[in-house]
């Protein structure tokens, strides 16, 4: 066990519609990463946020936002939902927010696996 | 930007050892990651290279060579349970400091 939470663990959605994945990160970790991880695409990042703002961003779409509540958990929400946006969904957390260095590494949740149909 | 190849698929044989090669470019460089991902399960750490030179961790070896964009993940005394992706990942750093992650090279391991 990581120590990182993710919720719900499976998702099933129609296209069109929105939906919110929740990440609880380890205790004490103030980073908190989300990467999207489809079949031909292996692990995209799509953004960060260190205590409470954003950190940095990758390939995230604009349909997709995120945030950081004060104590510290994190939701990624996914709107217009495409067929392509059936992926596995992964938070990860780690201590410091220059990144996942030697002694902070990313410790990852279990995923949220989401499929739009 | 960065790129990362490893190869897609490799087969070994219970208790011989393996060698996973990954190459990169980028830009920037703080660091390469192996992690272990079974399917459907979360990436588990493995190693972190920032210097070149190989670092050890019991059955599991990581290399590093920075100026020639290349790692290689060592796996010895191959198990069953080795049988899983292997994600070599870069830490660039700058804005982005999200790793970026190889599409994974599949161990699979034969009796």
């Known amino acids: 066990d990581s120590g990182v939470t993710q919720t719900p663990k499976h998702l099933i959605t129609a296209t069109g519609q929105r939906v919110t994945l929740r990440c609880s990160p380890r205790?004490?970790?103030?980073?908190v990463y989300w990467y999207q991880q489809s079949l031909d695409q292996g692990l995209q990042f799509l953004i960060q946020y260190y205590n409470g703002e954003e950190r940095a961003k990758g390939n995230i779409l604009e349909r997709f936002s995120a945030q950081q509540f004060p104590d510290l958990h994190s939701e990624l929400n996914l709107s217009s939902l495409e067929l392509g946006d059936s992926a596995l969904y992964f938070c990860?957390?780690?201590?410091?927010?220059?990144?996942?260095?030697?002694?902070?590494?990313?410790?990852f949740g279990q995923g949220t696996r989401l499929t739009v149909v | 930007g960065q790129n990362i190849d490893q190869p897609t698929e490799m087969t070994a044989t219970e208790g011989a050892i393996v060698q996973i090669n990954c190459t990169y470019q980028?830009?920037?460089?703080?660091?390469l990651f192996w992690y272990q991902q079974h399917a459907g399960e979360a990436p588990t750490f493995l190693s972190y290279n920032v210097l070149d030179g190989l670092e050890e961790k019991g059955r599991f070896s990581s290399f590093l060579s920075r100026s020639k964009g290349y790692s290689y993940l060592l796996l010895k005394e191959l198990q069953m349970k080795d049988s899983a992706s292997y994600l070599c990942?870069?830490?660039?750093?700058?804005?982005?400091?999200?790793?970026?992650f190889g599409k994974g090279t599949h161990l699979i391991i034969q009796p």
């Open positions: 990942a870069l830490h660039s750093g700058g804005g982005a400091d999200g790793l970026t």
């Open positions: 990860a957390s780690s201590v410091e927010g220059t990144g996942p260095l030697e002694n902070t590494e990313a410790f």
């Open positions: 205790s004490g970790d103030l980073s």
């Open positions: 980028t830009s920037g460089f703080n660091g």
